[in-house]
């Protein structure tokens, strides 16, 4: 009962950071078909590109600990999602590599994820304003 107990605490102080990252993702998800403004017909990520300063938004950065944390990089056509998992200690380290090497090595399957996560980040997912216009908004917020 009381390990019932523990988890069901640590499931409530999980809560908040998990509503914050749901909420921030909704409100920086708000894309646009925007083309390049360098080379005619394409239509980059400026997430990536960086080629413009004035298209990219601030960075959102939200920490559970220094352990925990979720960068979000909002731009006018694609947003940049990085997340570090918490590990506590070798085992989780070497669970978490694994794990996130086993997504990434399956990134065309998963459309959103990117093949190299950010420095200082286990995962990242790169969403572009077609990948709204093919899926539903709030399904790519559950699943990142």
């Known amino acids: 009962e009381l390990v019932h107990l523990g988890s069901l605490i640590m499931a409530n102080t999980l809560r908040p950071y998990l509503d914050c990252i749901r909420q921030t993702l909704n409100a920086s998800m ?17 997430v990536e590109s960086r080629g413009s300063k004035e ?10 600990n220094e352990n925990e944390m979720t960068l979000i990089e909002p731009s006018v056509n694609s947003i940049r999602v990085s997340v ?13 590599h ?16 990117r093949r190299k996560a950010c420095d200082g980040y ?12 093919q899926m ?4 790519l917020v559950d699943f990142i």
Not at 84 to 96: G, N, P, R, S, V
Not at 98 to 113: D, W
Not at 122 to 133: A, K, N, Q, R, Y
């Open 122 to 133: 286990d995962i990242s997912f790169l969403v572009t304003h077609s990948h709204l216009e």
């Open 55 to 64: 298209l990219l938004l601030n960075p959102i950065k939200i920490c559970r």
């Open 30 to 46: 708000c894309l646009r078909n925007f083309p390049s403004q360098l080379v005619e017909r394409h239509n980059k990520p400026e």
């Open 136 to 139: 539903w908004k709030h399904k």
């Open 84 to 96: 570090c998992i918490k590990q506590a200690d070798e085992i989780e380290e070497i669970l978490t």
């Open 98 to 113: 694994k794990f996130s090497r086993f997504l990434m090595q399956r990134a065309e399957q998963f459309v959103i994820l």
